[in-house]
């Protein structure tokens, strides 16, 4: 069974960081595409950034570049994303996803497994 868990959110001021993580297990991590989505009520869920099974650069939503950044350890099947410079906009749900795929994936309808969450709220 596929299980993806998400810790580290909650609340932070803006221009401050947060750090998430995201431990997979149930599936061969290093073969699975990685990406952070996020939620607020009443708008769809956007991606954030994502990473390919192997690891390497990110690709980022424009709202974060520069700002966040994904990262994977294979050995410990976890998935990161540093937050820095946080502002208001950023407050959502944060959901990590697992595609079956080669490639950096960036559209939710392609991603095969989710977790359940966890939130960030960022104070002004």
């Known amino acids: 069974q596929v299980h993806l868990e998400e810790s580290g959110g909650g609340l932070a001021q803006t221009r401050g960081s947060l750090r998430l993580s995201c431990v997979v297990s149930?599936?061969?991590?290093?073969?699975?595409?990685m990406a952070w989505f996020r939620q607020t009520p009443g708008k769809e869920r956007e991606f954030v950034a994502g990473i390919a099974g192997k690891g390497g650069r990110g690709y980022y939503a424009d709202s974060v570049k520069g700002r966040f950044t994904i990262s994977r350890d294979n050995a410990l099947d976890t998935l990161y994303l540093q937050m820095n410079n946080l502002k208001p906009e950023d407050t959502a749900v944060y959901y990590c996803?697992?595609?079956?795929?080669?490639?950096?994936?960036?559209?939710?309808?392609?991603?095969?497994?989710w977790g359940k969450g966890t939130l960030v709220t960022v104070s002004s």
């Open positions: 996803a697992a595609g079956s795929s080669s490639y950096i994936l960036y559209v939710a309808d392609d991603m095969d497994y």
């Open positions: 149930g599936l061969t991590f290093s073969s699975y595409a």
